[in-house]
Structure formats: structure tokens, C-alpha cells
């Protein structure tokens, strides 16, 4: 049962530029969950999706940030007009049912932006 | 909304001693709380988790007690091995499918 697999692992854009992190979940899993963690800091939610619907957005910032999970395909979290501060590293979670809370992370996507 | 407060912020042990660490967190409706181990540049691995319905949770050189009416969880390791470094994460959440609220995360060194 492979894990939750995120593409690309690196991605360097530059100021302006448009960043799509992709994440496809563990088979059987439903809900995904976006996380940002900054250089030696903690991690920070996005958002909590489940297929064709956005859950809870609260933690994405109001502008340039979407994510969507198509009925088919990997959830995309997309970062339109790239600063330098959205530098981080991008993980994504998956749980296979709202009952069970387990997440289990993928390998993240690092996001350099020159 | 949810805080979650974590301590020590570093942690250096000598190799066989055991390392203890400290969260506590603000929303008492939360009743999920795993702990993560994240090693340099790596993905965060579930490490052990409780429920607001058990006080203790042991898994070998692990184990997870939970303070419901203190608000605080703590994770304990005995017999630390030098594998045993690196960033440590407790979180806190509602269950049923919510989003877990991290701790600022606590570096841990075992010295050999």
C-alpha cells in the first residue's frame, strides 16, 4: 500500500510565477489536509478537503491561494503571484475516514521562491 | 480556536536516560492528540496518539499520558537511543476529521 505521494519534491519559482503542489492520498483515503512549516518552525494548517468539496479553509491566507481535489486525480494546492515568503515546505496528510483522525503525511513539496 | 503550547524547545539527553515532553492546549472540546517525530528534511511520522477517553497509552520505549482537566498531554521515551534524535511534534484536534493544531515542536539529541 504505497503512502501519500507528493510531486514535484522541489519546486523553485521565481517572484510572480505560479506554483502547483500536487498530493495524491493513501488508496482508500478520502480527506486530504494541506500544512505549511516554515524554516525550524512548526507546522501550520491550510485546509482540510474531502473529494469535490473545501471543508474547512480557515488556515489559507485570503489571496493567491487555492485548493481544490477533483472527484479524479490528486488534491492541488495552486500559489498564484509567488513571494519570497511563501518559501516552505508543503505537506500534505491523509485520513481514511472522519472517524479515524490518523493522518499520515506525504514527503512534502519544498517551494524556493528567488 | 485551539492553541497548542509545547516544552522544552530543545532537549539534549545522554544515550539510555529518558527524555520527557510537555504540551498543553486551550480548547477542551479537543479529545485527539498523536505525537509526530520529524527527522531533517523528512516527512512527519505518527508516533503514537490518545484519545480523551484513555489517560495512558504505552508502545514499547513510548508512551503518551493525558491530563483532561489540566489540559496537558505528555510523551515519554525511555532508554534513549541515538536514532531517537530529532524533532518532536505533539498536535491537538476534534475528532471526526478536523485539522490538528501543532505544538512549536521540541529538538531532541541523545548523545552517545
Known amino acids: 500500500n504505497a503512502g501519500v505521494m507528493q510531486n514535484p519534491r522541489h519546486l523553485v519559482r521565481r517572484r510572480g510565477q505560479e506554483a502547483r503542489l500536487r498530493c495524491s492520498p493513501m488508496?482508500?483515503?478520502?480527506?486530504v489536509y494541506w500544512y505549511r512549516q516554515l524554516p525550524e518552525e512548526g507546522l501550520k494548517f491550510m485546509v482540510y478537503?474531502?473529494?469535490?468539496?473545501?471543508?474547512?479553509e480557515s488556515g489559507m491566507p485570503k489571496e493567491r491561494f487555492s485548493a481544490e481535489f477533483p472527484k479524479e486525480g490528486p488534491s492541488i494546492l495552486r500559489i498564484q503571484q509567488v513571494v519570497r515568503g511563501d518559501s516552505a515546505a508543503y505537506f500534505c496528510?491523509?485520513?481514511?475516514?472522519?472517524?479515524?483522525?490518523?493522518?499520515?503525511f506525504g514527503p512534502g513539496t519544498r517551494l524556493t521562491v528567488l | 480556536g485551539e492553541n497548542v503550547e509545547q516544552h522544552p524547545s530543545t532537549l539534549s539527553v545522554q544515550e539510555g536516560d529518558s527524555a520527557v515532553i510537555k504540551c498543553t492546549y486551550s480548547?477542551?472540546?479537543?479529545?485527539?492528540f498523536p505525537w509526530y517525530k520529524q527527522e531533517l528534511g523528512k516527512r512527519p511520522q505518527l508516533i503514537i496518539d490518545?484519545?480523551?477517553?484513555?489517560g495512558e497509552k504505552k508502545d514499547q520505549r513510548i508512551a503518551v499520558t493525558l491530563n483532561k482537566t489540566a489540559k496537558h498531554f505528555s510523551l515519554h521515551i525511555t532508554e534513549t537511543q541515538p536514532e531517537d534524535s530529532a524533532v518532536y511534534f505533539c498536535?491537538?484536534?476534534?475528532?471526526?476529521?478536523?485539522?490538528?493544531?501543532f505544538g512549536a515542536g521540541t529538538i531532541l539529541r541523545v548523545k552517545s
Open positions: 496528510a491523509s485520513s481514511p475516514w472522519a472517524s479515524k483522525n490518523e493522518q499520515f
Open positions: 490518545i484519545r480523551s477517553n484513555v
Open positions: 480548547d477542551s472540546a479537543s479529545n485527539y
Open positions: 498536535a491537538a484536534s476534534i475528532e471526526y476529521g478536523n485539522k490538528l493544531v
Open positions: 488508496k482508500g483515503h478520502s480527506h
Open positions: 478537503l474531502q473529494k469535490e468539496n473545501i471543508i474547512d
